[in-house]
T-cell receptor, first 107, second 112 residues
């Protein structure tokens, strides 16, 4: 079993829909990252969480340390949100990544 | 302020050749790390450093060497390239291991 599991693996949504991507992990962590990677592009950091909830524009990230679970929500989705979303956990000095969720938002 | 600069962007090697992927950051970050990204497997940590003179192995270190002689630079060396090292490589930095991550643009390496 992978230390970091993301679901779903693939997600297709209509423009305007509310989107949720989930991340579950099995190890103790000090922080969790949500990253975005556009096709053929680089990787950018969306959020870094150690507890609670963060919001940036239409993006919201939450984490439940006791349940070892985090969610990334996108409100009013747009085709430019189409990308791979990656969850990564920090344990000690090492990062472990989920396999990513491929999101496609259709107009 | 360039952020994280990674070179080269593309490289083709023959089996057995050596090369160095360069990574430099101008944000005075202590933590730097190298990852490989393969289809269906996500990013995997190769090596990391928590400061100048300090390096450690990640999940997939075999076949790769690193050094950290300065805070700014963290090169990744392939001493004898193998086809299994065909991948996209990313360098990243942050103030500390749990801090906000800044990634380089990636280097696509093909080993024939």
């Amino acid at each position: 079993k992978n230390e970091v599991e993301q679901s779903p693996q693939n997600l297709t949504a209509q423009e305007g829909e509310f989107i949720t991507i989930n991340c579950s992990y099995s190890v103790g962590i000090s922080a969790l990252h949500w990253l975005q990677q556009h096709p053929g592009g680089g990787i950018v950091s969306l959020f870094m969480l150690s507890s609670g909830k963060k919001k940036h524009g239409r993006l919201i990230a939450t984490i439940n340390i006791q349940e070892k679970h985090s969610s990334l929500h996108i409100t009013a989705s747009h085709p430019r949100d189409s990308a791979v979303y990656i969850c990564a956990v920090v344990g000690g000095n090492k990062l472990v990544f989920g396999a990513g969720t491929i999101l496609r938002v259709k107009s | 302020n360039a952020g994280v600069t990674q070179t080269p962007k593309f490289q083709v090697l023959k089996t057995g050749q050596s090369m160095t992927l360069q990574c430099a950051q101008d944000m005075n970050h202590e933590y730097m790390s190298w990852y490989r990204q393969d289809p269906g497997m996500g990013l995997r940590l190769i090596h990391y450093s928590v400061g100048a003179g300090i390096t450690d192995q990640g999940e997939v270190p075999n076949g790769y060497n690193v050094s950290r002689s300065t805070t700014e630079d963290f090169p990744l060396r392939l001493l004898s390239a193998a086809p299994s090292q065909t991948s996209v490589y990313f360098c990243a930095s942050s103030h500390r291991a749990g801090g906000e991550l800044f990634f380089g643009e990636g280097s696509r390496l093909t080993v024939l």
